[in-house]
């Protein structure tokens, strides 16, 4: 729905792979390509995946603004560009130049983040404001 909403989807909701839903100005990857036990990825399966995260950067055209929703995407980001990790801390809502691209920083949309309101509907929402007013620039 918030892709839907700021423009980033052609429909506020997903039924099927061949419903008509498209992406717009948007692309959706994860710091680990496998299912690792209990959605909770180990450091070595961050590392191994780390240098095809890094493959999917390098094309993305300047200007490009990458939501990382979570820790773990962000300190996957920041390895995969080659930054030291010190000079970027997470947090909820900090915006990061990294070079060719911003990093903002957002909680992830997790049921436990959600539920226990770590994650509001207005503070993901003003993420993705946020992130639409940034590429509109």
Do not use: W
Not at 33 to 52: M, Q, R, S, W
């Amino acid at each position: 729905q918030m892709l839907h909403k700021y423009g980033f989807a052609t429909r506020d909701c997903s039924e099927s792979a061949d419903d008509g839903l498209e992406l717009i100005d948007c692309r959706i990857t994860n710091a680990v390509k496998c299912l690792p036990p209990d959605n909770k990825p180990v450091g070595a399966e961050i590392n191994t995946c780390n240098p095809f995260l890094a493959n999917e950067l390098a094309t993305l055209p300047a200007n490009s603004v990458i939501m990382a929703l979570g820790g773990i995407a962000h300190r996957a980001i920041v390895k995969a560009v080659g930054g030291r990790q010190a000079d970027f801390s997470f947090g909820h809502g900090a915006l990061h130049d990294v070079g060719d691209f911003q990093v903002l920083d957002s909680y992830h949309c997790s049921r436990y983040n959600t539920n226990t309101r770590r994650l509001t509907e207005a503070m993901f929402d003003s993420i993705f404001a946020q992130a639409r007013e940034l590429l509109d620039k």
